[in-house]
Nanobody
């Protein structure tokens, strides 16, 4: 079992930056593949990014590649999402998630946080 708590959301102007954090409970954080997802108002939840257990591999949705960076600090049980050049269409609730599997894909995540809201104004 792992519990996930996100933070760092807020209101930012288009073109600005935010860094989201997700802290995990427990001693086994380094055994989980971690991901970030988002859900915009009226839309389904979508995959944003994923990172391997040791942080050496990452995967991004096309919509955020080259603007967002996922990273992790296993010593601090934390995964980050650095978001740059934000656009109004990035407005959403952002969730971090953990899974036991190795694939950096959008599926089969076992644990989810409660989310943090990001609003990008035009």
């Amino acid at each position: 079992q792992v519990q996930l708590v996100e933070s760092g959301g807020g209101l930012v102007q288009a073109g600005g930056s935010l860094r989201l954090s997700c802290v995990a409970s427990g001693r086994t954080f380094s055994t989980y593949t971690m991901g970030w997802f988002r859900q915009a108002p009226g839309k389904e939840r979508e995959f944003v990014a994923a990172i391997s257990r040791d942080g050496s591999s990452t995967n991004y949705a096309d919509s955020v590649r080259d603007r967002f960076t996922i990273s992790r600090d296993n010593a601090e049980n934390t995964v980050y999402l650095e978001m740059n050049s934000l656009k109004p269409e990035d407005t959403a609730v952002y969730y971090c998630a953990a899974k036991n599997g190795l694939l950096l894909t959008a599926t089969r995540y076992n644990y989810w946080g409660q989310g943090t809201r990001v609003t990008v104004s035009s």
